[in-house]
């Protein structure tokens, strides 16, 4: 494509390192910046055999060193992913949450502001943005209000009046794409859509799995190819907008979980415990505008895709 900087907060991560693979493959340099607090080196296989396309910076988003790190680097765009994404650890420690997910963003956004980075492409939650309303308005589209329910989509939400107002007043681009539940190879067991690698992994290595609640919630699963080509398209579009990117699908807890059985050949019923909180009874969220300014679709299906995540944890041993 061309040899535009690029700088990946969080590329060390599943959905990051998957982006930071594409990113160079159609050209890109690429500096990922992590502090490896939860992505792995082991992600970034692929890409440390671009030689000098690529960069590994380990830095923490809050600390003051980032700007010396952005102003060497000086990239053309900023695809922000990096964040404390765990629900349950939001809940019980707020503090940090904001500290990372609002200050560390905040960082993020002057940095790229003073060193003339073009546009953010920011890595925000679908999942949590719109709370919980009524069903009757599934699949949710980004008009609905944002209200979210868990101290992570506030802070995550918080971010989006920051790029607003960086926009409006120095003229700094962004396109925030409003995530639903992620899953696939390299996925993180924690947080919400881990939920998947966990089943995946458990039910391989025949270990019965744990549910939390009744199984009855729902989740709109979106495979990460799918979600990094979404951010290939937003490079180009979506000036100041919030974008859904999913499925538009609603699966519940219950058929992931049958679902993952039968392409495992299991029969283990799995144990429920009590529900935990901060985390939604139901979600779906509309693509329809992914498809009409991105030119975006999802193309992977969901049984091919936990297809894709069984291979690839058969392939880790």
Excluded at 279 to 303: D, H, M, T
């Amino acid at each position: 494509m061309s040899d535009d900087s690029v700088v990946v907060t969080g590329g060390a991560g599943f959905i990051g390192s998957n982006l930071v693979d594409r990113l160079l493959d159609v050209g890109f340099r690429v500096t990922v910046i992590d502090d490896l607090s939860v992505g792995s080196m082991s992600n970034l296989e692929c890409a440390s055999k671009y030689g000098s396309q690529f960069a590994m910076v380990r830095q923490d988003i809050t600390s003051a060193e980032l700007l010396d790190v952005m102003e060497a680097v000086k990239p053309r765009y900023v695809f922000h992913l990096a964040a404390q994404a765990a629900v349950r650890h939001s809940m019980s420690d707020p503090m940090f949450d904001a500290r990372v997910n609002i200050l560390g963003s905040l960082n993020v956004i002057e940095s790229s502001r003073r060193t003339g980075v073009e546009r953010i492409l920011y890595s925000a939650s679908g999942g949590t943005l719109y709370g919980e309303p009524d069903p009757s308005r599934f699949p949710l589209t980004e008009v609905n209000k944002h209200q979210p329910l868990s101290n992570y989509g506030v802070s995550k939400r918080a971010v989006l009046d920051y790029l607003g107002a960086y926009r409006a007043i120095y003229g700094l681009e962004y396109v925030a794409l409003a995530l639903a539940n992620v899953y696939g190879p390299r996925q993180d067991p924690h947080g919400e859509s881990g939920v998947v690698s966990i089943f995946a992994g458990n039910l391989r290595s025949r270990q019965r799995c744990v549910i939390f609640g009744d199984g009855n919630q729902t989740r709109d699963f979106i495979f990460v190819a799918d979600v990094v080509e979404a951010f290939i398209q937003a490079l180009h579009a979506g000036d100041g907008e919030v974008v859904n990117i999913s499925s538009s699908t609603e699966t519940s807890v219950n058929e992931l979980y049958w679902e993952i059985a039968k392409i495992v050949g299991s029969s283990l019923e799995p144990e429920f415990l009590a529900g935990r909180v901060g985390e939604l009874g139901r979600s779906c969220l509309s693509n329809k505008k992914a498809r009409e300014i991105l030119g975006w679709k999802p193309q992977v299906s969901l049984s091919d895709g936990l297809g894709q995540v069984i291979d690839w944890i058969s392939s880790q041993g």
